[in-house]
């Protein structure tokens, strides 16, 4: 069971000889307005989010921060670059901010959900090749692409040029009518299309559509594990998440 003082200093970003100091001081109240001073209180897993008052601010501690984001397209998902501003810096704020972690990455020049938490076991878990969980895109197309064959499955079966066979589950046309507004087709847009994929290989989705004789001008992430972006959410903004995609705490 986690400590009142280990859930105050991750919750807060502060050390724990800070939060004793706080505890000490008599500015932390628990849900009933009671004065709460030993740190070493343990608060089961079914009281959180542990709602308490630090100085007057009503806080909601947690074990765990999961984010849903809108990465904009020019910046990058790792959180610290010397020449581009990051995915990370634009969750400034959220909760946990420090401990946050990416699940998965998306390009430079590409757009659309991030999911992020403080819960590293479930960036292996929704990313892990052998988990197969599904990505889906909307891209922006110069041009056509030629069909792949059909496997037994009914599935494209296709090998990329470093011999590797992206599982694709879903590669079709994009209708005008599902086209997700974070997909804004740049000139030049000679076809849409919606692919969806079991893996998270490095310029994936770029190197399918080059293996099918086009070229990606604009990609945009629309699903994660079933967990479709948000129309509402705008270009560089965030949510949080009560849990994530497929059962994480
Ligand atoms: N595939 C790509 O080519 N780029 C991404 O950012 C994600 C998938």
Redesign the pocket.
Known sequence: MPRLDQLLARNLGQSRREVTRLLRRGAVAGPGGERLRDGRLAIATTQLPFEVEVSGVVLQLRLHVHLIQHKPVGVVTSRNDDRHPTAWGLLEGAPMHAELRAIG???LD?AGLLLWTTDTPQVHALTHPNRAVP?S?QVALARPWTPAPLGPTGSPELRLADGSRPRITELGPLLERDLHPALQPPPGTGALAQITLLD?A??????IFAALDSH?LL?V?VAHAGLWLPETLEAGAWRELTSLPGGGP
């Open positions: 990455r998306l390009d590409a990505r895109y998270g490095y310029h994936e989705v770029k190197r990606v990609l992430r």
